[in-house]
């Protein structure tokens, strides 16, 4: 048994899980000749919500982000989380613009590009997967681990055959809601190590309080890399603490050979980190680190259920929380079992808000609703109900193809539109995902040129997805 591999998740999910993204650039840099030292199999530092966090609360240039970490850490591979053709958004966009944010991810500094699809369909990777191996990348691709009657380990392994078949380099089992239980984890990777030949990933959380006994019997059954987060920003809704699995892994055959006195030291420097996003009131331990059995019951992962908690707040309706918590499943098997992660998590939790509120069942829908109902986030996993689907959607056909086969190109478009505050590549990108939030920051930047004290224009907007 070859060592175990570990991504630490320390510079993007650890506290995007934990603390709303807030990390800035010029807390990691500090840390980073460390981090470089410790031989990580990855570090996971870009994608996922931090690209709309440096746009929209931090006044940074995530493409300035990658650079940095790219110079500072010449030694390790560096790790994004990218949505398939979401990309970091929550639309679907054309083929050149998946291309092209790829090729520029991958020129700026990124190794593996971990892909994933919140309905596990395919056809939603492989433009990014295609795109990643074109420009010399990792194409890691993930399965969005939940649990249904249709999502059983059958699934599963058919699933990563045909991941394997797609050219994916890595396989990655991302169990966003910390519901794959460690037996089960042990008999799905013991069946992926026999199905496939490629190397297996295992991501999950500790929401549940069962993560870091999830990854143990995964690394038993022979899983090659786990995720995990330094401990000032670990477990709870995070991933489960890098030191804790080294030490358990000590002196064994699955033996990381990381240095438990660096990852101390690297401790030591994250828990100032820590405590200033405590401080700053966007890392509440309170909310993001007991343990909540209820995530098994309800599949609602942590990021999903603040948002939820917040929609129920400003309507001042927080005494109707667990009728919410117990709609969700509900309409979640209407829709056809879709894994809750981004964004279908959204969607299905403020479903079971207006289902609740409005006090008859998708009386009121939103048009993300009707847009999954209709095909347009692509092929549900499991049967729709009909009798939703018509009260929803009415008599609209219902979209069975590849929906980004419905969007022209839209890279020439993008760039006609920004182009007065056009000032290299990658700003198209920016704009092409976040149009409005990416133009303020712009029009910040342009300010600073010029000598003008400008501060952020959209700081008063305070929420985050997920």
């Not at 929803?392 to 069975?400: M, W």
Request: hydrophobic share 40%.
């Amino acid at each position: 048994m070859a060592k175990v591999g570990i991504t630490d998740t320390i510079l993007r999910d650890a506290h995007q899980s934990q603390a709303a993204t807030r990390m800035r650039l010029d807390e990691m840099l500090p840390a980073c000749e460390k981090l470089d030292k410790v031989g990580y199999y990855s570090l996971e530092c870009w994608g996922g919500a931090t690209f709309d966090a440096c746009l929209r609360f931090l006044n940074e240039d995530p493409w300035e982000r990658l650079r940095a970490l790219r110079k500072a850490l010449p030694n390790t591979k560096l790790q994004m989380l990218l949505r398939g053709q979401n990309i970091l958004g929550y639309k679907h966009y054309a083929d050149d613009v998946v291309d092209f944010f790829v090729k520029k991810s991958v020129e700026n500094g990124i190794d593996i590009i971990r892909c994933f699809d919140a309905l596990n369909d395919l056809r939603n990777m492989q433009t990014a997967v295609k795109a990643t191996k074109k420009y010399g990348g990792i194409a890691e691709v993930a399965v969005s681990y939940t649990t249904s009657p249709v999502h059983t380990e059958d699934y599963f392994v058919k699933l990563a055959g045909e991941i394997e078949e797609m050219g994916a380099d890595i396989i990655c089992i991302k169990d966003m809601a910390n519901l794959l239980l460690p037996y089960d984890a042990y008999s799905l990777v013991k069946r992926l190590k026999a199905s496939t030949k490629l190397p297996i990933v295992l991501h999950t959380h500790n929401t549940a309080g069962t993560g870091a006994m999830t990854l143990l019997k995964a690394i038993e059954a022979g899983v090659d890399v786990v995720d995990t987060a330094l401990s000032p920003l670990g477990s709870g809704t995070s991933q489960p603490a890098t030191e804790s699995i080294v030490a358990t892994l000590k002196g064994t055959e699955y033996d990381t050979g990381l240095d438990l006195g660096l990852l101390s030291d690297l401790a030591a420097y994250f828990r100032t980190v820590a405590e200033r996003l405590t401080k700053d009131g966007f890392r509440d331990p309170a909310r993001v680190l007991p343990v909540d059995g209820n995530t098994l019951l309800y599949q609602v992962p942590g990021g999903m259920l603040s948002n939820l908690i917040g929609q129920l707040k400003q309507a001042n309706a927080i005494d109707k929380l667990y009728d919410v918590l117990a709609e969700v499943p509900r309409v979640r098997k209407d829709c056809g079992y879709p894994p809750l992660v981004t964004p279908t998590s959204q969607i299905v939790g403020t479903q079971a808000v207006m289902n609740v509120l409005g006090g008859e069942r998708y009386k009121l829908c939103s048009k993300e609703t009707k847009g999954l109902l209709k095909g347009e986030y692509g092929k549900l996993p499991g049967e729709v109900d009909p009798d939703v689907r018509k009260k929803v959607i009415g008599d609209d056909k219902v979209i069975t193809h590849r929906p980004a086969d419905d969007i022209p190109p839209e890279l020439e478009k993008y760039r006609k539109e920004m182009r007065e505050y056009y000032e290299q590549e990658e700003d198209v990108l920016s704009y092409a995902l976040f149009p409005q939030v990416a133009t303020k920051f712009f029009q910040a930047r342009q300010a600073k040129k010029l000598g003008i004290d400008s501060t952020m224009l959209n700081e008063k907007d305070k929420t985050m997805p997920v």
